[in-house]
């Protein structure tokens, strides 16, 4: 069991930046590939970005290529989604997702998921 819990959320201006992390429990967080997904107000739940087990690869929606990062801590148990040039169409509630598997992470059929936390980009 891999319980997630998003922080880093908050209100920002067109342009600005925020840092997201995931703190993962479990001794197996090094064995999950981890993403990130997001869900704006009236409308589906979208992926936003990945990462593999060993943080080898990663994976990027075209909307976020080159502003966002993903990276992971293994030591730590956290994974981190930098947004740098956020943009007001990036306000939703982020989440956090897992699976021992990327596909699974990548089709947002991840067996764990964080509650969510929320990101405003407005002026």
């Known amino acids: 069991q891999v319980q997630l819990v998003e922080s880093g959320g908050g209100l920002v201006q067109p342009g600005g930046s925020l840092r997201l992390s995931c703190a993962a429990s479990g001794r197996t967080f090094s064995s999950y590939a981890m993403g990130w997904f997001r869900q704006a107000p009236g409308k589906e739940r979208e992926f936003v970005a990945a990462?593999?087990?060993?943080?080898?690869?990663?994976y990027y929606a075209d909307s976020v290529k080159g502003r966002f990062t993903i990276s992971r801590d293994n030591a730590k148990n956290t994974v981190n989604l930098q947004m740098n040039s956020l943009k007001p169409e990036d306000t939703a509630v982020y989440y956090c997702n897992a699976d021992g598997h990327t596909e699974e992470v990548l089709d947002g059929r991840g067996a764990y998921w964080g509650q969510g936390t929320q990101v405003i980009v407005s002026s």
């Open positions: 990462i593999s087990w060993s943080g080898a690869s990663t």
